[in-house]
Protein backbone atom coordinates (compact mmCIF):
# COMPACT_ATOMS: atom_id res chain seq x y z
CA UNK A 1 0.00 0.00 0.00
CA UNK A 2 1.45 3.21 -0.81
CA UNK A 3 0.53 6.73 0.85
CA UNK A 4 1.28 10.34 1.12
CA UNK A 5 2.37 11.45 4.93
CA UNK A 6 3.24 15.20 5.79
CA UNK A 7 6.29 16.48 7.73
CA UNK A 8 8.28 19.39 8.76
CA UNK A 9 10.99 18.81 5.53
CA UNK A 10 7.71 19.41 2.95
CA UNK A 11 6.44 15.09 2.90
CA UNK A 12 6.62 11.77 1.76
CA UNK A 13 5.52 8.68 -0.28
CA UNK A 14 5.63 5.72 1.51
CA UNK A 15 4.70 2.20 1.56
CA UNK A 16 3.99 -0.42 3.63
CA UNK A 17 3.05 -4.24 3.02
CA UNK A 18 -0.94 -4.95 3.22
CA UNK A 19 -0.36 -7.73 5.16
CA UNK A 20 1.74 -5.73 8.10
CA UNK A 21 5.16 -5.25 8.25
CA UNK A 22 7.53 -2.18 7.99
CA UNK A 23 6.83 1.17 6.75
CA UNK A 24 9.27 2.01 3.79
CA UNK A 25 10.03 5.64 2.85
CA UNK A 26 9.38 6.13 -1.60
CA UNK A 27 10.59 9.56 -1.62
CA UNK A 28 10.42 13.05 0.13
CA UNK A 29 10.76 16.22 -0.72
CA UNK A 30 8.81 19.78 -0.52
CA UNK A 31 6.65 18.94 -3.71
CA UNK A 32 4.73 16.58 -1.24
CA UNK A 33 3.84 18.85 1.29
CA UNK A 34 0.85 18.98 -0.60
CA UNK A 35 -0.54 15.76 -2.47
CA UNK A 36 -3.71 16.04 -4.15
CA UNK A 37 -3.92 12.54 -6.18
CA UNK A 38 -1.79 9.38 -6.11
CA UNK A 39 -2.47 6.53 -8.08
CA UNK A 40 0.59 3.32 -8.83
CA UNK A 41 1.07 1.82 -12.07
CA UNK A 42 4.08 -0.06 -13.23
CA UNK A 43 7.44 0.75 -11.18
CA UNK A 44 5.75 4.26 -10.24
CA UNK A 45 4.03 5.83 -8.06
CA UNK A 46 2.41 9.18 -9.68
CA UNK A 47 1.06 12.02 -7.56
CA UNK A 48 -0.16 15.68 -8.50
CA UNK A 49 0.62 18.13 -5.79
CA UNK A 50 -1.03 21.80 -4.79
CA UNK A 51 2.58 22.70 -3.99
CA UNK A 52 3.30 23.23 -7.98
CA UNK A 53 0.13 23.04 -9.71
CA UNK A 54 1.24 21.98 -13.26
CA UNK A 55 3.36 18.93 -13.15
CA UNK A 56 2.46 15.12 -12.25
CA UNK A 57 5.51 13.55 -10.36
CA UNK A 58 6.33 10.23 -10.17
CA UNK A 59 8.76 7.89 -7.57
CA UNK A 60 10.12 4.52 -8.33
CA UNK A 61 8.55 2.18 -6.21
CA UNK A 62 11.73 0.94 -5.43
CA UNK A 63 13.08 4.31 -4.25
CA UNK A 64 14.65 7.48 -4.80
CA UNK A 65 13.73 11.37 -5.90
CA UNK A 66 10.61 12.89 -7.26
CA UNK A 67 11.06 13.66 -10.83
CA UNK A 68 8.59 15.59 -13.42
CA UNK A 69 6.03 12.45 -15.57
CA UNK A 70 4.11 15.42 -17.38
CA UNK A 71 3.53 19.07 -17.40
CA UNK A 72 -0.18 20.49 -18.06
CA UNK A 73 -2.28 23.16 -17.42
CA UNK A 74 -3.70 22.01 -13.80
CA UNK A 75 -3.30 18.16 -13.66
CA UNK A 76 -5.60 17.17 -10.22
CA UNK A 77 -7.28 13.74 -10.13
CA UNK A 78 -5.61 11.05 -11.26
CA UNK A 79 -6.38 7.40 -12.38
CA UNK A 80 -5.21 4.09 -13.95
CA UNK A 81 -5.97 1.07 -15.88
CA UNK A 82 -2.25 0.29 -15.79
CA UNK A 83 -1.40 0.65 -18.69
CA UNK A 84 -2.31 4.30 -18.98
CA UNK A 85 -2.36 7.08 -17.11
CA UNK A 86 -5.44 9.53 -17.26
CA UNK A 87 -5.86 12.98 -15.23
CA UNK A 88 -8.10 15.93 -15.18
CA UNK A 89 -7.09 19.77 -15.59
CA UNK A 90 -8.82 21.71 -12.77
CA UNK A 91 -9.42 24.76 -14.86
CA UNK A 92 -12.41 26.40 -16.26
CA UNK A 93 -12.10 25.03 -20.54
CA UNK A 94 -10.28 22.46 -18.12
CA UNK A 95 -9.98 18.76 -19.83
CA UNK A 96 -9.22 14.79 -19.53
CA UNK A 97 -6.09 13.71 -20.25
CA UNK A 98 -4.08 9.92 -20.81
CA UNK A 99 -0.78 9.13 -21.43
CA UNK A 100 1.02 5.57 -21.42
CA UNK A 101 2.46 4.91 -17.99
CA UNK A 102 6.43 4.72 -17.90
CA UNK A 103 9.26 7.02 -16.71
CA UNK A 104 7.99 10.08 -19.15
CA UNK A 105 4.75 11.24 -20.78
CA UNK A 106 6.17 11.22 -24.74
CA UNK A 107 2.31 11.41 -26.47
CA UNK A 108 -0.76 12.98 -24.15
CA UNK A 109 -4.25 12.49 -25.45
CA UNK A 110 -7.25 14.98 -24.71
CA UNK A 111 -9.87 12.75 -24.04
CA UNK A 112 -12.25 15.54 -23.01
CA UNK A 113 -11.93 19.49 -23.53
CA UNK A 114 -14.36 22.36 -22.30
CA UNK A 115 -15.17 20.66 -19.43
CA UNK A 116 -16.00 22.76 -16.47
CA UNK A 117 -13.40 22.16 -13.22
CA UNK A 118 -13.03 18.43 -13.55
CA UNK A 119 -11.75 16.44 -10.25
CA UNK A 120 -12.07 13.29 -9.70
CA UNK A 121 -11.42 10.62 -11.96
CA UNK A 122 -11.33 6.58 -12.47
CA UNK A 123 -11.35 4.24 -15.51
CA UNK A 124 -12.95 0.34 -16.36
CA UNK A 125 -11.94 -1.40 -18.82
CA UNK A 126 -13.38 0.40 -21.42
CA UNK A 127 -14.65 3.85 -20.00
CA UNK A 128 -12.87 6.79 -18.29
CA UNK A 129 -15.70 8.41 -15.94
CA UNK A 130 -14.57 11.82 -14.35
CA UNK A 131 -17.05 14.49 -12.68
CA UNK A 132 -16.95 18.52 -13.00
CA UNK A 133 -18.73 21.11 -10.85
CA UNK A 134 -22.14 20.46 -11.89
CA UNK A 135 -21.80 16.67 -13.64
CA UNK A 136 -20.07 13.47 -14.35
CA UNK A 137 -19.02 12.59 -17.78
CA UNK A 138 -17.69 9.32 -19.43
CA UNK A 139 -15.98 8.43 -22.60
CA UNK A 140 -14.87 6.06 -24.18
CA UNK A 141 -10.68 5.25 -23.34
Given at each position: ??????????????S??????????L?????????Q??V?????????SG??S???????V?????????T?V????????G???Y???Y????S??????GE????????????????A??VNST????????????A??
Amino acid sequence: MFFARQGSDGGSIRSIPIGGGTEQTLCKGYVLSYVQSMVQAGGYVYFTSGYVSTSIYQCPVTGGSPTVFATDVAPYGLATDGANLYWTNYTTGGSVVACAAGESCASPRTVASGQDYPQAIAVNSTRVFWATTADIYSAVK
